[in-house]
T-cell receptor
């Protein structure tokens, strides 16, 4: 099955700096890569996703890049703010056939220091 | 729309007891799933369903049963609770377009402690 590795497990940055979280996946059939943000005690919420036919996607201060050859995708947050502090999860999934399972990474705790 | 709802929010069980975690969605989503979240382990898929009457196992299915008799409801049953099942449980749902993923919406979670 799919295996998703996520690094780093913790990341501390100063307000205004950029933050980068990286994930690798093992199954070349995976074609969907979402990123979720989970604040303390809350449910995970989708912040951005990318499909395998796209190399990069941007939404305001958040961007995701995908390298299918290397089986690698990354989340980039620019101009970080204290409210960006949360746990971020990457995931990978294969929408082929009727298999809609998502495999999640173990998460990155991002702390933005004011 | 209430979205995805889960009950109860908190539950304490003794080893060997059984219980059902409830999950419901009012978005007419075909796909529903159950995850457990443990510290440092991310979200691990327990069971999922692509429509009423259809369920399948995820990564960690042992000790759990599911059924899907309606589009709206997807209960998770613990047959004989064990301390290893202490966790936060999330239910999620999404649209089901052929050959394409859609956003999974998560419920608020159920925090379960097994003594």
């Amino acid at each position: 099955g799919e295996n998703v590795e996520q690094h780093p497990s913790t990341l501390s940055v100063q307000e205004g700096d950029s933050a980068v979280i990286k994930c690798t996946y093992s199954d070349s059939a995976s074609n969907y890569f979402p990123w979720y943000k989970q604040e303390l005690g809350k449910r995970p919420q989708l912040i951005i996703d990318i499909r395998s036919n796209v190399g990069e996607k941007k939404d305001q201060r958040i961007a995701v890049t995908l390298n299918k050859t290397a089986k690698h995708f990354s989340l980039h947050i620019t101009e970080t703010q204290p409210e960006d502090s949360a746990v971020y999860f990457c995931a990978a999934g294969d929408s082929g056939g009727s298999n809609y399972k998502l495999t999640f990474g173990k998460g990155t705790l991002l702390t933005v220091n004011p | 729309n209430a979205g995805v709802t889960q009950t109860p929010k908190f539950q304490v069980l003794k080893t060997g007891q059984s219980m059902t975690l409830q999950c419901a969605q009012d978005m007419n989503h075909e796909y529903m799933s159950w995850y457990r979240q443990d510290p440092g382990m991310g979200l691990r898929l327990i069971h999922y369903s692509v429509g009423a009457g259809i369920t399948d196992q995820g990564e960690v299915p042992n000790g759990y049963n599911v059924s899907r008799s309606t589009t709206e409801d997807f209960p998770l049953r613990l047959l004989s609770a064990a301390p290893s099942q202490t966790s936060v449980y999330f239910c999620a749902s999404s649209d089901h377009d052929a050959g394409s993923y859609n956003e999974q919406f998560f419920g608020p979670g159920t925090r379960l402690t097994v003594l």
